[in-house]
């Protein structure tokens, strides 16, 4: 029954999950920012006519192939694996979540194969002006496509425009139109893919400044940076102001995320945000979780609350409070939603052995409870927590979302502070003689790797232990298969993406040391 | 006017046919890749060869995976049930899909580290397990698995070979086998449509022959099978679903529609054959793909209309699911169903961009003018 759950089992599929997602978010926003950059640089062709300009867009094309392919490989596995790994949770969601799938392969998916082909096989066989057009139509697929599969995974964090139906014992869409505007898909899509947009700038910026320190294609070094420069700090700006409101919506929707994100313990009014800290074991405990102190800590005073609350002097309540309850400030106690929850369950049950023994008086005073306002308000909400045996269990893992989401913030500034030294030495014409920044944007290429995947981490570490906030906990929605099954396929991938991305760096390095066709 | 629940269920069983008939048309790019160590004499055969399919094999890529997401967003139990259940077989689908991904772009690029014919090796692979495999796990949509759903809709398989189990059926094989042969013969209609090289011509008409005849003969096999053999009908009133002698063939006589769509593609692949054998018509590939997408159609039309369960339990009959069982909610097949309705919208323009780089035949010479090749 669906209460034997095996946390190897669980174990093993999270680390699959995991593995898959790491490996396809290395390709996915090269893929998102290079095809707009390609797109400034046909467009300049086709405006100027410069021959200049088509070299410098296919040089960057044949990069783009390179990166777009094995982004294609890894994506492939992590929507299926949805139903192969996490198949409890496929039929909990799948009349909402499913939709988003489809709409994407549907309108974005077609489109982005669909004139890939053409860019990069159009060259000689149609006109510019539909070779110019094909492209920027790759690059309005790839992100479409990342538009719709952002609004699936933001349905998982703040699960909107549903309604649940006792009869299949699953949740079902009862509003598209709030699934795709919920506030935390608008937020997530904007702030992914604009920085997507940044670690494609930093790559063109770091990969233009190695051809500038071997002094070889300077011309397409400089007009490359000029252009990834510019975009690279608008988006970093608009990173920025994206990462700011998904706080904002972070806090209401998934307190207990953001409170883990700031190791903030105690609820407390005028917070301050801390910009750099150490946590340490304060020795104390809440259940088997360990309390942090933050030290060596640096904090913009009141900042914390007024991103949460909007006002300075606004409350913002720590994971205590959010654990072990807080009467005076309404929030309730995690042992208490959990009661809730399994009464919840218990009610759903009832109705399910109702229905098997043909109990038809019985089904139809718990189905009319569904529909209580004060049940689902007050009761179903909860139903999530019906799966914990633990309050503490709600408690994600601190030190990673701290550390993870400090370390991206840092990165996301420092790239705003390296396009703006890009552009100025561009316009001073003094790049080559700043071998140092050169050397400092060539490094910098790894660096946005791993500020793109530390987004990830805190998003995704800083929502467990659920897969739906508040309905389902990751280890419910697991597949019925064996452990060693899934440690077969974690291995299998783990070597099959390995050996890929072996290849692919080395196919990389190769073309961008052969430089351009002349 | 009102738009029935059982209306919106048909329709998207009926998208997710024409996906599925759409993405075995297009595994013509896997029954080429199967060919890739037997059919070309020589390295720029070969590259032809590659290059001919390499161009397509995003399509049939890109298919799959909206077929994977339709199923989900339209029949989720199946797609929780089948996926979850029958783990291995789809695991070694998406396997041979992923090393295609890369294959094509990465064979013949310099420091590659593995060398091309790993690569080349990759392609074969999923040239014949991703058909093989796709035909034995559509096959089970008529002989059954071994799964139970809980209260919940939890499902239990019963085999722990998870899905592996369905290649010691004969009549899952039979189909398996024939889809890969479908693939083989589509594979060689296109390349004799897009290549043209005298030698690879000639040897692409023999292998024709050798792949024709195996390809009959076990999608025929199949179809004697399914048609005179039991099925598992569904009680329309009590959900109950038994084994019934002749159901498919009494769905398909039922249901005009199928019968015309499986008589009238039969048909066009039998015209598509006599082309490129006898006549050796380019145009062959036309056939056979018009010819494969209302047969696939028929075949999903019989699974799954008719009082029938579309994807049956062999142990537990009353696990089985229909249409009814499986499917969304009717609010998200109906938003579903305005979605869909870009689709034609969508084959328009994969036809306009195809048409357009595809105006000549691959040859050496072309290759030579390229700038992207594999």
Redesign the interface.
């Known amino acids: 029954m669906i209460e034997n759950f095996d946390l190897s089992l669980v174990n093993w599929s999270r680390a699959q999950f995991a593995l898959t997602a790491i490996y396809h978010w290395l390709f996915v926003p090269l893929t998102l920012g290079l095809s707009f950059i390609l797109a400034f640089m046909e467009t300049l062709y086709v405006r100027t006519g410069d021959e200049m300009w088509k070299k410098i867009t296919k040089f960057w094309m044949t990069l783009f192939g390179i990166n777009f392919a094995i982004g294609v490989a890894t994506g492939i596995i992590l929507e299926f694996e949805f139903g192969t790994n996490w198949s409890n949770y496929s039929w909990f969601v799948g009349d909402i979540f499913g939709a988003p799938l489809a709409v994407e392969g549907i309108l974005a998916f077609f489109l982005e194969s669909t004139f890939v082909a053409v860019m990069f096989f159009g060259w000689n066989k149609v006109s510019k002006r539909f070779h110019l057009a094909s492209t920027w139509l790759v690059a309005i697929g790839a992100n479409l496509s990342a538009l719709w599969i952002l609004i699936a995974n933001a349905w998982m964090e703040n699960p909107v425009g549903m309604v649940f139906n006792p009869d299949t014992a699953r949740n079902e869409m009862n509003s598209f139109r709030e699934v795709v505007f919920n506030p935390v898909a608008v937020d997530k899509f904007l702030h992914t893919v604009t920085s997507g947009f940044v670690l494609a700038s930093v790559f063109v910026v770091g990969i233009s400044a190695w051809f500038l320190i071997r002094k070889r294609e300077e011309v397409l070094a400089r007009k490359s940076i000029l252009i990834a420069g510019i975009f690279g700090l608008v988006s970093g700006l608009a990173v920025a102001l994206t990462g700011d409101s998904s706080a904002r919506t972070l806090a209401q929707v998934q307190p207990v995320k953001f409170a883990a994100m700031e190791a903030l313990y105690e609820g407390k009014a005028n917070a301050g945000l801390t910009v750099i800290g150490a946590l340490a074991d304060s020795g104390e405990r809440i259940g088997e979780k360990k309390v942090h102190d933050v030290k060596l800590k640096i904090a913009i005073p009141k900042l914390l609350s007024v991103m949460t609350t909007g006002k300075g002097d606004g409350y913002v309540p720590g994971l205590k409070d959010l654990v072990n309850g807080n009467p005076e400030r309404g929030i309730l106690s995690v042992s208490e939603m959990m009661e809730r929850g399994r009464y919840a369950r218990q009610v759903l049950i009832d109705y399910k052995m109702a229905r098997e023994l043909g109990d038809t008086e019985t089904m139809a005073s718990l189905a009319a409870k569904f529909e209580e306002k004060d049940f689902v308000e007050n009761y179903f909400r909860y139903f999530g927590y019906s799966y914990f045996e633990h309050p503490w269990q709600v408690i994600p893992s601190v030190p990673v979302t701290f550390y993870a989401f400090r370390v991206m913030v840092g990165l996301g500034f420092f790239f705003i502070l390296l396009f703006t030294l890009a552009i100025w030495f561009h316009r001073k014409k003094t790049l080559e003689k700043n071998r140092w920044f050169l050397w400092i944007a060539l490094f910098s290429i790894p660096l946005a790797y791993l500020a793109s995947e530390l987004g990830w981490i805190v998003t995704e570490m800083g929502r467990q232990p659920w897969i739906i906030q508040n309905l389902m906990p990751v280890h419910v929605a697991v597949s019925n298969i064996s452990a060693g099954a899934v440690q077969t396929t974690f291995w299998l991938f783990a070597v099959l993406f390995t050996a890929l991305l072996i290849a692919e760096i080395s196919i990389m390095v190769r073309q961008i040391k052969t430089g351009p066709k002349h | 006017m009102q738009i029935s629940y059982l209306f919106l269920r048909e329709y998207w069983w009926l998208i997710i046919s024409l996906l599925a008939g759409l993405l075995v048309f297009l595994m013509f790019v896997q029954g080429g890749q199967s060919f890739i160590f037997s059919l070309p004499r020589n390295d720029m055969q070969r590259k032809m060869v590659v290059n001919a399919l390499g ?2 094999w ?2 049939t ?2 298919t ?3 077929f ?3 199923f ?3 029949f ?2 199946f ?7 029958a ?2 077989v ?2 070694a689908i ?2 041979s ?6 294959a ?3 064979r013949s ?6 060398g091309t014919r790993v690569f080349d090796t990759f392609l074969f692979i999923n040239g014949c397990l991703g058909p093989f495999l796709l035909g034995v796990a559509v096959a089970t949509f008529f002989t059954g698995s071994d799964f139970t759903l ?8 019963g085999s ?1 070979w ?1 899905g592996l189990e369905a290649l010691i059926n004969p009549v899952n094989l039979l189909l398996g086998f024939g889809v890969l042969f479908l693939a083989r013969v589509l594979g060689l209609m296109y390349l004799e449509n897009s290549i043209d090289e005298k030698e690879l011509t000639a040897s692409i008409r023999k292998a024709l022959v050798r792949n024709a005849v195996p390809f009959l003969v076990f999608f025929l096999a199949f179809i004697a099978a399914i048609l005179l053999g039991k099925g598992y009908r569904a009680d329309p009133v009590s959900g109950e679903v038994t084994l019934v002698k002749y159901h498919y063939l009494h769905n398909l006589i039922g249901n005009y529609v199928a019968l015309a769509f499986l008589l009238g593609g039969v048909v066009l692949i039998l015209i598509s054959l006599w082309l490129g054998i006898f006549r050796g018509s380019r145009r062959a590939i036309w056939y056979a793909g018009f010819g494969t997408v209302p047969v696939v159609i028929a075949l999903f039309m019989m699974a799954g209309y008719g009082e029938t369960a579309f994807y049956p339990s062999s142990t537990d009959p009353g696990s089985s699911l229909t249409l009814a069982k499986a499917s ?2 009717y ?2 097949l109906k ?2 169903m305005y ?2 309705f ?2 034609p919208f ?1 084959v328009a ?2 036809w306009y ?2 048409g ?2 595809n ?2 035949r691959i040859t050496s010479e072309e290759l030579a ?4 090749t594999y």
């Open positions: 161009r397509k995003e399509f890529f890109t799959l995976v909206t994977g997401g339709a989900f967003a339209s989720p139990l797609y929780a049930t089948s996926f979850g259940g783990y291995w789809w695991m998406l396997f899909f992923i090393i295609q991904a890369v094509y772009e990465y690029k310099p420091a590659n580290v593995y809980d209260l919940f809709n939890r499902v239990h398989w722990g998870h969304s909610s609010f998200t938003t579903m979605v869909s870009v689709i969508v323009y994969i961009a195809w357009s780089i105006r000549s003018g390229e700038d992207h």
